[in-house]
């Protein structure tokens, strides 16, 4: 009988975001579903044991999320502002609705990220862990 593989670990940071964040993916193996709803991450990984409830996000994510949406939509409402005949009223039906969207869509994402870091930096008793590295690689 044979013994199931380790979890590869990801090799950089932006893997681990990657993994925890656009894929909502646990960010140590990539298997297993990260948040069991919304924005409540799982406990614990159901592929590789990780103990997520250790994760301290609180209300970074929003402030991540805010931040992107204004970035993003800030041009476009300048140029809608300028460079059309659109009144206050419809340039804001086109806004507002945009930018709910925009940060209904990145929360989780940034979320992710964010435990990743965690995890990565071995933040608030998260365990650092990297991959061994290859021959002739520097740790």
């Not at 809608?80 to 009144?87: F, G, N, V």
């Not at 929360?107 to 965690?118: N, V």
Request: glycine letters at 8%; charged letters at 15%.
């Amino acid at each position: 009988m044979s013994l199931p593989l380790a979890p590869a670990l990801p090799a950089t940071y932006a893997e681990a975001a990657f993994r925890g964040g656009i894929r909502c993916r646990c960010p140590r193996c990539g298997e297993a579903p990260l948040f069991r709803k919304w924005l409540k991450p799982v406990d614990r990984c159901a592929a590789c044991g990780q103990d997520w409830s250790l994760q301290r996000a609180d209300d970074f994510p929003a402030y991540v999320a805010i931040l992107v949406t204004g970035h993003v939509l800030a041009p476009i409402l300048i140029g809608l502002a300028t460079r059309t005949e659109l009144s206050i009223l419809a340039i804001l039906a086109i806004v507002v609705p945009l930018a709910g969207v925009m940060m209904y869509g990145l929360l989780q994402p940034a979320k992710g990220a964010i435990i990743a870091a965690q995890w990565w930096f071995g933040l608030n008793g998260f365990t650092r862990e990297r991959p061994a590295p290859a021959d002739g690689e520097t740790p």
